[in-house]
């Protein structure tokens, strides 16, 4: 449970006008929650493969505002990207809550999509 904390007018007049002071000057507290609503606020674009599993990331500062944008930055050649949308990879705008839950597990290799792929299968093999 994340507990709410004000934070001080003083503080809040040194992220507006002065960010690099607020480091030195700033109260711990009031630094603490400035960065907790900057991280929540950080947008990403994720891509995702045609089995729902997240290939890659970006910061979505670095990305412009469509999908067609976040494409461009992971696949540069149009050949390629055109061939990816046929497949069915996608590019989505998720935040950071977000990106936690769906995009960390697959880009640390922890996931069910890759669990699923190299379960080992249960079928019948030959005799021969």
Not at 92 to 113: D, F, I, N, T, Y
Request: hydrophobic letters at 35%.
């Amino acid at each position: 449970m994340t507990i709410a904390t004000a934070i001080c007018g003083d503080c809040r007049e040194m992220q507006t006008d002065r960010p690099w002071v607020l480091r030195a000057l700033g109260h711990q507290d009031c630094i603490a929650a400035i960065r907790a609503e900057q991280l929540a606020a950080r947008t990403f674009w994720i891509r995702v493969n045609p089995q729902g599993c997240v290939e890659g990331s970006a910061l979505g500062d670095y990305v412009g505002p469509l999908a067609e944008d976040a494409h461009k930055q992971f696949t540069p050649r149009v050949r390629d990207r055109r061939r990816e949308a046929a497949e069915g990879y996608r590019h989505e705008r998720v935040g950071h809550a977000e990106w936690k839950r769906r995009a960390e597990p697959c880009l640390r290799g922890q996931c069910q999509h890759r669990r699923q792929a190299n379960a080992p299968t249960t079928g019948k093999r030959d005799a021969s």
